[in-house]
């Protein structure tokens, strides 16, 4: 299996009127590859997360919830639509965490 990119874009046109085009083609088939199997990987990543017995849910460096997988969904008895895009602590948290989470700011 081989992959080719291109590129085709008008250069001007010849003494007749008529408009010219520069065509370029490369192998790009490593590069297809790569993108496969980081695509399997990442398949069998999110397969394993979400098929785990461990409530597992991923914030980025706000705090703020990105991903809540199914089992923690099913933990926490909340939606992932209701979890993704909170403040995970000022979520999940009763009022006397969210007090010491706040002075930890």
């Keep these: 299996e081989i992959w080719l990119g291109q590129n085709v874009e008008p250069s001007g046109y010849n003494l007749n009127g008529v408009l010219i085009f520069n065509a370029t083609a490369r192998d790009i088939t490593d590069r297809k590859k790569l993108e ?3 695509l399997r990987s ?3 990543y999110r397969s394993i997360i979400e098929n785990m017995e461990l409530g597992l849910m991923e914030v980025d460096p706000d705090g703020v ?3 809540a997988y199914p089992k923690f ?15 995970g602590a000022l979520f999940l948290l009763d009022e006397e965490g969210r007090e010491f989470y706040k002075k930890q700011l």
């Design 42 to 44: 990442e398949e069998k």
């Design 73 to 87: 969904c099913e933990l926490s008895g909340y939606k992932a639509e209701e979890l993704e895009g909170q403040k």
């Design 65 to 67: 919830i990105i991903k």
């Design 36 to 38: 496969k199997a980081l």
